[in-house]
Nanobody
Framework: QVQLVESGGGSVQAGGSLRLSCAAS????????MGWYRQAPGKQRELVAD???????NYSDSVKGRFTISRDNAKNTVNLQMNSLKPEDTAVYYC???????????WGKGTLVTVSA
């Protein structure tokens, strides 16, 4: 089992920045990719960005160039630096971890990001 706890959500005006952090605990050695998904009201959950254990990032087109994902394997954390935020970035952001081999995906409880125009 892997437990994920997010922090850093909040409210910001358009053009502002926020930094999300996620701390993982439990069966850390079983984790391959870590990342962030988001779900806006009335919409499906979507990938924002993820990063391999080796540090290779992957971004959705909607955040490319504005968001940066980073990972600290020693501290078992993954961070998401969000710059140039837009109202359409408003959503609950979920930290996620993908387990080697089994493909089991773990989720945090989510943190709300609200961007006002």
């Amino acid at each position: 089992q892997v437990q994920l706890v997010e922090s850093g959500g909040g409210s910001v005006q358009a053009g502002g920045s926020l930094r999300l952090s996620c701390a993982a605990s439990g069966s850390i050695s079983s984790i391959n990719k870590m990342g962030w998904y988001r779900q806006a009201p009335g919409k499906q959950r979507e990938l924002v960005a993820d990063i391999t254990i080796g540090g290779s990032p992957n971004y959705s087109d909607s955040v490319k160039g504005r968001f940066t994902i980073s990972r600290d394997n020693a501290k078992n954390t993954v961070n998401l630096q969000m710059n140039s935020l837009k109202p359409e970035d408003t959503a609950v952001y979920y930290c996620t971890a993908l387990q080697y081999g089994t493909g089991v995906r773990y989720w945090g409880k989510g943190t709300l990001v609200t961007v006002s125009a």
